[in-house]
């Protein structure tokens, strides 16, 4: 099943002489349960597609169909809305409040979203993210692998459709770098988490299931789908 469809998707900045175009007529699906790398050199259009997959920014043409609804077509309110409860981010400075402590920051979106965290879900990513120890840590208390960390448990705590990740291992070092891949695999594979990564490790790009280049706008080469087993 696919869980993101992308159909002929376009961003234009600019206008005349000033135009760029970021993406250009841009298509392919995913499937529920994939690890996707997309790769490209900067300025290619990766990160624009990121944050148009995210909510974050607009497209100028195409269709963005997540998990069944097209976000191109939401408005700002219901966009922001479908943001907080089917996608999760994770970017590479983290982006933690500082006053608020590991559980307060893991559980924030679900408190803006007017929901009460489940707690047994709290206590199970905690564990799985080695922060159990960490729990009433303020983000200047933690190490930049544990604050990434605490920044994959907020993007998982309201079990998104589609996790996505900018160069999430791009402030840390290999050891951590290590890590982070490694947690999100094991997301990946144990709940069927569906993960899209921008980046420029190569280490991250190899292990994904599937490699999308993007160069000038454009999807080069796509090493295709692998097929995933539902859990």
């Known amino acids: 099943m696919n869980i993101l469809e992308i159909k002929n998707l376009s961003k234009v900045y600019g206008k005349g002489e000033t135009e760029v175009k970021a993406l250009d007529n841009v298509s392919f699906d995913v499937e529920q349960g994939e690890f996707v790398a997309i790769v490209g050199p900067s300025g290619s259009g990766k990160s624009t597609l990121l944050h148009i997959l ?11 169909n997540i998990a069944g609804t097209d976000i191109s077509k939401l ?15 994770i970017y590479q400075f ?27 879900l709290l206590k199970d990513l ?10 009433k840590h303020l983000p200047n208390q933690l190490s930049g692998g544990q604050q990434q960390r605490v920044s994959i448990g907020r993007a998982l705590m309201n079990n998104p459709a589609l996790l996505l990740a900018d160069e999430p291992t791009g402030n840390l070092d290999s050891e951590n770098s290590k890590e982070i891949v490694s947690l ?21 790009a190899l292990s994904a299931d599937r490699v999308i280049t993007i160069e000038d706008g454009h999807i080069t080469k796509d090493s295709g789908r692998v097929e995933v087993s539902a859990v």
Do not use: C, W
């Open 75 to 89: 408005n700002e309110t219901k966009l922001a809305i479908f943001r907080r409860r089917q996608i999760g981010l």
């Open 184 to 204: 999100l695999r094991k997301f990946n594979k144990e709940n069927n988490q569906t993960v899209i990564i921008i980046t420029h490790d190569e280490r991250i």
């Open 54 to 64: 995210g909510g974050v920014d607009s497209p100028t043409s195409g269709t963005v």
């Open 126 to 135: 905690l564990e799985k993210l080695g922060l159990t120890e960490r729990l």
């Open 94 to 120: 983290y982006n933690l409040i500082p006053i608020l402590n590991v559980e307060e920051n893991m559980t924030l979106p679900l408190l803006l979203d007017g929901k009460k965290p489940d707690k047994k």
